[in-house]
């Protein structure tokens, strides 16, 4: 059985690539379509932001429904994606905020540690994020408007 969504981004620097290559092999055997969008290889001299930005607008286009990205804690990754409107990117180290986050927040990236959390665990994680279904209670819908106009405000001041 597939789950939803079936298609699904990954990125990762050297500190997030084993862990990357872990997952896609994860997420293939339970028949999700993966895009990879780097590093393809160990290269101790890559810059996160090369693959994060790349699948963090594959979001924002509706490219793809959901993406996992790591880097070595995963802060820097978070960061990343959220500089891109339509991208809500949490950093996950535990099950709740893994599943809360979609159905709340609607949560649309993942972001891990890779020097952080071990396989097995970041799999979990995963799996109950991809899983997990945004619930389009009035008060969600109502915070994410309030997101998303500030997504759209131009030369925010403070």
Same mark, same amino acid.
Not at 6 to 9: H, L, Q, T, Y
Not at 53 to 58: E, F, Q
Not at 98 to 117: P, R, S, T, W, Y
């Given at each position: 059985m #597939?789950?939803?969504p079936?298609?699904? &981004?990954v990125a990762a620097d050297h500190a997030g690539f084993e862990l990357k290559e872990y997952l896609k092999k994860m997420l293939l055997e339970a028949k999700y379509e993966i895009i990879d969008f780097g590093d393809n290889e160990l290269n101790s001299t890559d810059d996160y932001p090369d693959y994060i930005?790349?699948?963090?607008?594959?979001i924002a286009n509706g490219n793809i429904a959901r993406g996992i990205a790591i880097c070595g804690s995963g802060v820097g990754a978070c960061i990343t994606a959220n500089k891109v409107a339509g991208v809500r990117a949490c950093l996950i180290h535990e099950k709740f905020s893994?599943?809360? &986050?979609?159905? +709340? +927040? +609607?949560?649309?990236? #993942?972001?891990? &540690? &890779?020097?952080?959390?071990d396989r097995s665990f970041a799999w979990e994680l995963t799996s109950i994020f991809l899983t997990a279904k945004f619930i389009p209670a009035e008060r969600h819908v109502r915070r994410l408007a309030k997101v998303a106009e500030l997504e759209n405000t131009k030369n925010l001041k403070h």
């Open positions: #597939i789950k939803f079936k298609k699904v &981004g930005i790349p699948l963090a607008h594959a893994a599943k809360q &986050g979609v159905e +709340d +927040d +609607d949560m649309n990236m #993942i972001c891990l &540690g &890779g020097n952080l959390i």
